[in-house]
């Protein structure tokens, strides 16, 4: 027994017997086992009691702090714990420094997680409420600005911590900020067309627009990037750059959508059969509610395969569904009418003619 206490409190290992780790240890043990006491408190007794109070200032603030606090409870352990540890100077200093990181880690994260539920139940409720969507569009992008800002500056606390003038360091990035800007440039150009795109407006989340070859509706606007759902129902994630020096047809602006045909008849189709076909196609586009009269149908040209028919009309409302549903009943009515008419759609054909 005795050999055991000696080997615990006089043979040393790195500056400190094995009593002192023990200690240590001890500490840091008790530390994290309080903190999962809290965390245990407040998941199932402190959120019942405040689930009864009208106001949400309570659960937000319990959502704040449920998961930081081990890491708290760890901070707290490990700079009593040292307490118990034979330390040089120089030891001490770097082993504060790594709490102090750890310390400036679990304020940012408070941080974060305020701004989160901040946005989640305050203003994103108070936005939800009002008719504009600009202010549902700007709500992510200055959640991430102020979450960046949070973390740039716990990177200059942790940096003026090991001794570094942050002053002297953000002068000395002015010459390096150069050949960072040219490395970064698009994703700089990328961050001012974001900004472009909040001022001028060409569109709004939930509008659906036209970038090139993508269509779809818009979903998120970032400050990089702002992600499309197209047709497919697949994300598109287009730089923002693109969208401010491109050409941007917004759908949602148009009170109306239009819908052009050139449906084709044979060439054997009378000129009598060929006007009725004319008001076939008037009757059934009139006939529709939801579709405006008055229809462009003249006859267009003298196609290879085909007498051209060109079809124009305008769709009362602008939701795409419902302009592909009307779309669709139009077309089967007149090909109905058509068959009953004897009048034939046109496929690519060619006529041989062999001499002898």
């Not at 200093?93 to 997680?113: D, E, H, P, R, S």
């Not at 077309?331 to 109905?336: E, F, L, S, W």
Request: charged share 20%.
């Amino acid at each position: 027994m005795s050999d055991v206490l000696t080997v615990l409190t006089q043979q040393q290992y790195f500056g400190s017997t094995l009593l002192q780790y023990v200690l240590f240890l001890a500490m840091v043990g008790i530390a994290l086992l309080l903190g999962k006491i809290v965390s245990f408190a407040i998941k199932n007794y402190l959120r019942k009691a405040v689930g009864t109070t009208k106001t949400k200032i309570d659960d937000l603030f319990l959502d704040i702090i449920e998961k930081p606090i081990w890491l708290v409870a760890l901070i707290i352990g490990m700079a009593t714990g040292f307490q118990f540890l034979s330390a040089t100077a120089l030891t001490r200093q770097m082993y504060y420094n790594i709490i102090n990181i750890l310390l400036v880690f679990a304020v940012a994260w408070f941080l974060i997680k305020l701004i989160d539920g901040v946005i989640k139940e305050m203003l994103a409720p108070m936005v939800s409420r009002t008719d504009s969507k600009l202010d549902d569009q700007l709500i992510p992008v200055l959640a991430k600005i102020a979450k960046g800002t949070v973390a740039v500056l716990a990177l200059l606390v942790i940096i003026s911590n090991f001794g570094y003038d942050v002053t002297t360091l953000l002068a000395g990035l002015g010459i390096g900020g150069l050949a960072f800007a040219f490395a970064a440039k698009e994703t700089i150009a990328d961050v001012f067309g974001g900004f472009s795109i909040f001022a001028s407006k060409p569109f709004i989340v939930g509008d659906a627009i036209e970038i090139g070859t993508v269509v779809g509706t818009v979903e998120e606007v970032g400050l990089r990037h702002t992600r499309i759902r197209n047709l497919d129902k697949r994300m598109v994630i287009v730089p923002n750059s693109q969208l401010a020096g491109g050409i941007i047809t917004n759908i949602t602006s148009a009170p109306q959508r239009k819908c052009v045909w050139h449906l084709g008849v044979t060439y054997d189709t009378s000129t009598i059969k060929l006007d009725k076909a004319k008001k076939i196609i008037v009757d059934a586009i009139n006939a529709h509610p939801e579709c405006e009269d008055d229809p462009i149908v003249e006859f267009e040209e003298f196609a290879d395969s085909s007498l051209k028919i060109l079809v124009i009309f305008y769709n009362k409302k602008n939701d795409f569904a419902e302009f592909v549903r009307v779309r669709g009943t139009i077309g089967m009515r007149i090909k109905k009418e058509f068959e009953k008419a004897k009048i034939e759609f046109a496929f690519p054909t060619q006529t041989i003619h062999l001499k002898k």
